[in-house]
Every structure is written in C-alpha cells, then in structure tokens.
C-alpha cells in the first residue's frame, strides 16, 4: 500500500523558515510528480507547489512564489519544500501527493495523499 509521510511542520514565527519532508514508500517514486497542498481552517484546499517525476520541472502557487521551493531527492524517495519568509497566512495543514509522471495544480488528479503536517506561522 502506497504511504506518503509528511513531517517537518511546527510553530514559526513570521519571518521564519520551515524544511517539510514527505517521505514515499511502496511506489516506483521516480516515476511520479510529486505536489504539495494546503488547507488552512474554513478555506478550500490550495496547491502551493510541484515537481515532475524527473525533478526539471516546478510550478508554484502565486501565493508562495519567491519564498517557497520544491525539490526531490529520487534515491531516498523523499519530496521536500523548503519554507523561506513564513507569513501569518502560510497556516495550514500542509499535504503532500503523488500522481504519475507530470506536474498538474488540480488536487484532484493525484492518486496519493498523505496525512498531512501542521504548520503554524504566529505573527
């Protein structure tokens, strides 16, 4: 069964960084696009950014352009996003997903989610 593990969330300060990780298990992860998502309380699910199945290709949500960036390390079968220059507005549960070979910004399109991380950005 396909696992996505995310971790690296927690309470920052406005300003302030993040690293998130979402580790794969039980997929050929270096032939799937990987997204992350987020949904704060009361919002709908937002994609903040993604990265093809072979890495060369990214896309960010408007909202985290500059600030946010995504890359995959294909032999640990690890996704990362590092958080840079966190505002209030970044808190959300954060989500990480799978889906083959290309990058898409509809959620719907993935096949795999993990549980999600929290992260808390205090003004």
């Known amino acids: 069964q396909v696992q996505l593990v995310e971790s690296g969330g927690g309470l920052v300060q406005a300003g302030g960084s993040l690293r998130l990780s979402c580790a794969a298990s039980?997929?050929?992860?270096?032939?799937?696009?990987m997204g992350w998502f987020r949904q704060a309380p009361g919002k709908e699910r937002e994609f903040v950014a993604g990265?093809?199945?072979?890495?060369?290709?990214?896309y960010y949500g408007d909202s985290v352009k500059g600030r946010f960036t995504i890359s995959r390390d294909n032999t640990k079968n690890t996704v990362y996003m590092q958080m840079n220059s966190l505002k209030p507005e970044d808190t959300a549960v954060y989500y990480c997903?799978?889906?083959?070979?290309?990058?898409?910004?509809?959620?719907?399109?993935?096949?795999?989610w993990g549980q999600g991380t929290q992260v808390t950005v205090s003004s």
């Open positions: 997903a799978a889906r083959p070979f290309n990058l898409v910004v509809l959620g719907e399109r993935y096949d795999h």
């Open positions: 990265i093809n199945w072979r890495g060369g290709v990214t």
């Open positions: 039980e997929l050929t992860f270096s032939t799937y696009a």
